[in-house]
């Protein structure tokens, strides 16, 4: 298959590590893996935070982007991006009115996947060769659990990882607090769902918390690193592309 | 603007007990709201159909309060039309003057908190008794409500008896136990009802239809109020219409698993104007704008209206599990709150509420008539900035206005990324920063590292791999 | 220019994006969409029926009994001696033969006041209808079910139920409770006694309503 990786703009500047891993676990299961280069950000951040007209000049970008009959799908490590591009932009480009853009958008939403579902639901591999003999936990985010409804396909690819323990997390669909800009507009409620995710994570004496989510790592791996919790924060495509030669 | 919410629940999130009572039944309800809807094999066409209902009623909203005036009109009730809170307060007030009452007992209302009735009546000299147990809990306690559902959640039961000791004669050995407590409210109500002339309700629902108002509750307060009282008044919202009888037949399936996780609730009532021999003798009622209407003229705002008050948004919300009801500031605390508060008062008052929610979606998906929360919230972060003001301050705008710039053009966004990365550079020990940075990125440092640009962008790493 | 014709002119306005001749309600086509298809109608039988009723209504804690019809005045007797009731207020049109010996009897004609209802240790009625999964009963006014307050003010309400009135869910109860709402007739129902959970989400049974319920299903 021909998939255009978007990296997104969280990984591609601060976890660079979870679009390289994505690479080399496509590319190692036999697909032709494309950078567009022009690729920048969804404007997720920009929409949820009440800027919508700046959002909608973003989603034109991405869209110009990525709507190339040269490719069979365009995946992405994050729930929330995959989310943006599929859940938000046929509304704001209805809104805009403009009908070019709505039937590009109307192209690209069926296209466009999360690294998980993709893996599962379209290339029907549970199985991906990984490696990882880690104690792990998986925290279900919410864009990803509630907006693309991922299912258990993410928990499908890590139990079939040799060598890592699985162990469930506590109250695990409960949102961790970061939500985007709610993380600094409302921080004290965001610290206290992050309180008490962080409670439910160290509870399992995993080594590792992992999820689909970048950004929500960042807000629950910021958390553990301050409280010098001993829990590293890993994104799922590290943790499918390792194996046991590297 | 201020952000009245997170100075509001700053204060509430420090109280760890009344966190501990909110974390404690919401959590109990939510999993008993999932057994009640999980038996129920047709719950989302249930939930579609609800959504269906709601939608296509208040497109037509004009015709369906004519035809509601019609039929109740013809079964022998008189219908009044309040825009503001105050008609409506003036009207309730007339009418109870009117038959010669100088009190009133009510069941539970949401509209008539909302309108705040008691107190307009109050200052007439009518004594408005409250009659649900929780209600009444609140009204003694001269307290705010912090639940729709259950208005007294933020109460524990020593704090109950304390109250009831002190403001129910005779009750001065009250134990603790709820079911003692709920017996001192039955003695206490009991002469109130068979003496009562006047009786206040808020509808669930009232079908166009037949003229028929429909209330649901669970105590028996209900049916007391509107059936042993000479004179029965009941406000309600225009939103509350409903076309058909049959339509009754979906909500009912809907909104007793979804508010208290019951296959059914004890009682409900429907009631048709005035019945010979059986119950009240005169029957008004007060369809109330109150706001509706602008909420109605925002196209993408609109299904705010579809709420049916079940209160399951709340359950599942880890905001309000964190802050309780009070920090809302508004009769409609939780997500539904959010999106309610702001557009009914035309953007005067709860315009932080928008942004008091991590967009999780958990209250999406309880939705029992399908309200996309998330979304109205994020359309409704967008409208207050673009009409009411640059909420955040000049700051957040001039930030988001660079950023979106930088996004724009990607030669542009690899000259910040790399400009981030300068600038961070000093801070930055092992990819994090994690000394407490000044403005508002100190509100993430205070609690959290935060993560630094990558010394190695991944746009850097894969043009040196090919 | 009026309050009416003042909010009426709001809600037009704010619907300036609806076409005029657009549908006005959605029930008329609810089975055309398969994502709105609701179930309609169950398919068990009048036994599979009586029991899952009696079963959902034992949960709410009401009491459940059953007998044949010709047994039902010493089933109705039995009733009473579980709660020591020896005084029942009745609609007028209660069939003879439910009226157990051993029971002082009160027909509410003419109409009794409140103070004088809320003397009686119950009331008997029948109802309209039943609603198996949810465990309802359903007063319509109609025949041998009186006025609303009867059943509202003694702390015992005795409900007959005929085996033929129990349907399986909501939407069979709708269709036959439409005529009664067309002619203005008002409906009671009735899930178990009075509670509440406003203490600490703690169920309490009895409050303001009947606080015992027993339910007579006849076949």
């Known amino acids: 298959m021909r998939i255009a990786l978007f990296t997104t703009c969280v990984a591609d500047t601060l976890f660079p590590g979870a679009g390289i891993a994505t690479v080399e676990l496509l590319e190692r299961l036999g697909h032709q893996v494309s950078f567009p280069r022009a690729q920048t950000c969804c404007g997720q951040m920009h929409l949820n935070s009440g800027y919508e007209a700046h959002a909608l000049n973003i989603a034109r970008s991405f869209v110009e982007v990525f709507d190339d009959a040269e490719i069979d799908a365009v995946v992405a490590p994050s729930g929330s991006c995959v989310a943006m591009v599929r859940d938000q932009y046929p509304g704001l480009v209805a809104r805009a009115g403009d009908l070019r853009l709505q039937a590009a958008v109307a192209r690209l939403v069926p296209r466009t996947f999360e690294l998980s579902e993709f893996l599962v639901n379209e290339l029907g591999i549970v199985d991906v060769g990984a490696y990882y003999p880690h104690r792990v936990t998986y925290h279900p985010t919410c864009h990803s659990l509630r907006l693309l409804r991922v299912g258990d396909a993410p928990l499908r690819l890590l139990r079939a990882v040799r060598a890592l323990t699985l162990i469930a997390l506590d109250d695990a669909q409960g949102c961790c607090g970061f939500g985007g800009t709610f993380a600094v507009k409302n921080a004290d409620v965001s610290t206290a769902m992050l309180a008490d995710k962080m409670r439910a994570i160290q509870a399992t004496g995993a080594e590792v918390c992992t999820a689909v989510d970048s950004s929500c790592l960042m807000h629950i791996g910021g958390g553990l690193r301050r409280e010098r919790a001993g829990v590293r924060v890993v994104h799922l495509a590290e943790i499918l592309a390792s194996t046991e030669a590297a | 603007m201020r952000n009245e919410f997170a100075e509001a629940a700053r204060h509430e999130v420090a109280n760890s007990q009344l966190r501990a009572n909110i974390r404690n039944a919401t959590h109990t309800i939510r999993a008993k709201r999932e057994e009640a809807v999980a038996e129920v094999p047709d719950w989302e066409q249930l939930r579609e159909a609800g959504r269906r209902i709601k939608e296509r009623t208040m497109r037509n909203l004009d015709r369906h309060l004519e035809q509601l005036e019609r039929s109740v009109t013809a079964a022998g009730g008189v219908v009044h039309w309040a825009t503001e809170a105050a008609d409506a307060n003036r009207i309730v007030g007339d009418l109870i003057v009117g038959a010669g009452a100088r009190e009133a007992v009510k069941v539970k209302s949401l509209a008539t908190d909302e309108i705040g009735l008691n107190r307009a009546l109050a200052a007439r000299g009518i004594e408005a008794r409250e009659t649900d147990l929780a209600e009444l809990i609140v009204q003694l306690g001269e307290d705010r409500p912090s639940h729709i559902l259950v208005p007294a959640i933020h109460r524990n039961r020593g704090e109950i008896r304390e109250l009831f000791r002190r403001t129910l004669p005779g009750n001065e050995q009250l134990t603790d136990d709820p079911a003692e407590l709920a017996e001192a409210a039955r003695r206490f109500l009991r002469e109130k009802f068979l003496s009562a002339k006047v009786g206040v309700s808020g509808a669930n629902f009232a079908v166009a239809e037949t003229g028929t108002i429909c209330i649901l509750e669970s105590e028996g307060n209900g049916r007391m109020c509107t059936t042993l009282p000479e004179v029965l008044i009941t406000v309600m919202g225009i939103e509350k219409v409903l076309p058909r009888f049959a339509d009754l037949e979906v909500m009912l399936q809907l909104l007793p698993r979804s508010s208290t996780a019951e296959r059914m609730n004890p009682y409900t009532s429907l009631w048709t104007g005035v019945t010979p021999e059986d119950g009240p003798r005169e029957f008004h009622l007060v369809l109330l704008d109150g706001g509706r209407t602008k909420v109605l003229g925002d196209a993408d705002g609109r299904a705010a209206l579809h709420c049916i008050r079940c209160s399951a948004c709340l359950n599942v919300c880890p905001v309000y599990e964190r802050t309780g009801g009070h920090a809302y500031e508004s009769t409609y605390p939780g997500p539904i709150g959010a999106i309610l508060t702001p557009q009914l008062t035309g953007f005067t008052q709860g315009n932080s509420l928008p942004w008091a929610s991590s967009l999780c979606g958990a209250c999406y998906e309880v939705c029992p008539v399908k309200i996309d929360i998330p979304s109205i919230l994020i359309h409704l972060r967008s409208r207050i900035n673009r009409e009411v003001d640059g909420y955040g301050g000049g700051g957040e705008r001039l930030a988001m206005g660079l950023l979106a710039r930088a996004f724009a053009r990607p030669g542009r966004y690899e000259r910040a990324q790399r400009f981030g990365r300068w600038l961070s550079r000093p801070l930055t020990r092992e990819g994090w920063i994690s000394r407490r940075l000044p403005g508002a990125l100190g509100r993430w440092t205070d609690v959290r590292d935060l993560p630094a640009p990558s010394a190695e962008t991944f746009r850097e790493w894969w043009a040196q791999r090919r | ?219």
């Open chain 3, 1 to 219: 220019m009026s309050s009416r014709e003042l909010i009426l002119g709001r809600v037009r306005a704010a619907l300036a994006d609806v076409a005029d001749d657009e549908p006005a309600s959605w029930i008329y086509d609810r089975d055309a969409d398969e994502h709105s298809r609701y179930a309609r109608a169950g398919s068990r039988d009048p036994e599979a029926l009586a029991a899952l009723f009696a079963d959902r209504c034992g949960e709410y804690r009401a009491t459940v009994t059953r007998a044949e019809r010709a047994g039902l005045g010493p089933a109705i007797a039995a009733a009473c001696a579980r709660h020591g009731a020896s005084s029942l207020v009745v609609p007028t049109d209660l069939p003879e033969a439910w009226r157990a010996p051993g029971v002082e009897w009160r027909e509410d004609h003419p109409s009794l006041d409140v103070h004088a209802l809320s003397g009686f240790d119950g009331a008997l009625t029948g109802c309209a209808v039943a609603i198996a999964l949810t465990g309802t009963i359903v007063l319509d006014a109609g025949e041998a079910q009186g006025r609303r307050a009867l059943t509202l003010l003694p702390d015992l309400h005795i409900c007959v139920i005929g085996e033929e009135q129990i349907v399986e869910g909501v939407p069979e109860a709708f269709e036959r409770l439409a005529p009664a709402a067309r002619s203005g007739r008002p409906l009671t129902f009735i899930s178990g006694p009075s509670a509440t959970s406003d203490i600490e989400l703690k169920r309490v049974e009895g409050v303001h309503g009947p606080r015992r319920l027993e339910i007579v299903i006849a076949g």
